[in-house]
């Protein structure tokens, strides 16, 4: 198994006015940036390589991964169109969706215990969604809705009748099949010329048309974790994140 992580992004919501500011992918925790703690799990793991989309200080971002010697585990895919929707970077790594074996989609602005990257890998189902039911009730997060064992929504501010309800943390696995048709659902919104739209609505258009039981569903609900948008994300991390991780 590969992985796809995405980390082309500028980051203007915990940036604010600072035009020069580091991607959140470089960003430090306990020594470590993210980055380098991403790869070490996904080694960990087994998976196999990473294709790594950058954009915003691309060349940054590849410093650091010659600092940490791992050139020949990851291949990046540079995104000029970074400051457009996150589906126009997952699209410039269609080749790994194309590729015909099981991947990992990850984002690359996540501080999280390990056991949800293994939770992932040791699915019995190729395709396999996170969900952290104890989240936050605003718009901000990308719920996961389902019933009887079907996805039956998944958006920002989604909210409908379902049997389990949580967060996406940012984290899926997707079989062959599943894979190619997220890369057909992507070029179907280019076409449309919807290049702004994020690339859950591509996941949202497989997984919602998927029979029952195709997506498997893990409960991570306890597992500390935390997606790095806002300031107020990054004190989290730090003070309540970082000290329950291994």
């Not at 600092?67 to 020949?72: K, Q, Y």
């Not at 597992?223 to 107020?232: A, H, M, N, Q």
Request: glycine residues 6%; negative net charge.
């Amino acid at each position: 198994m590969k992985a796809i992580m995405l980390a082309a992004g500028r980051g203007s919501r915990l940036s604010g006015d600072d035009p020069d500011h580091p991607p959140k992918s470089l960003l430090q925790f306990g020594g470590l940036s993210l980055l380098e703690r991403h790869i070490r799990v996904l080694r960990a793991t087994g998976i196999e390589g990473l294709t790594l989309v950058v954009g915003y200080r691309a060349d940054d971002i590849r410093a650091e991964l010659t600092r940490i010697g791992v050139n020949d585990f990851v291949v990046t895919i540079y995104n000029p169109d970074f400051h457009e929707g996150t589906g126009v970077s997952l699209w410039c790594a269609r080749q790994t969706l194309l590729s015909g074996n099981r991947v990992l989609f990850m984002d690359a602005d996540v501080l999280y215990h390990p056991e949800l990257i293994a939770r992932l890998v040791e699915s019995h189902s190729d395709d396999c969604l996170l969900l952290d039911q104890n989240f936050d009730p605003s718009d901000e997060p990308v719920r996961l809705c389902v019933k009887n064992d079907r996805v039956v929504e998944f958006r920002k501010a989604a909210l409908v009748d379902c049997d389990l309800v949580g967060e996406w943390p940012g984290f899926l696995t997707l079989g062959a099949k599943s894979a190619r048709a997220v890369a057909a659902a992507l070029e179907r919104m280019f076409e449309t010329g919807n290049r702004d739209a994020p690339m859950e609505e591509a996941i949202r258009e497989v997984a919602m048309a998927a029979p029952a039981s195709t997506f498997s569903i893990k409960d991570i609900t306890g597992l500390p974790w935390t997606e790095i948008d806002f300031p107020r994300d990054l004190i989290r991390a730090e003070n309540e994140i970082l000290p329950k991780l291994p």
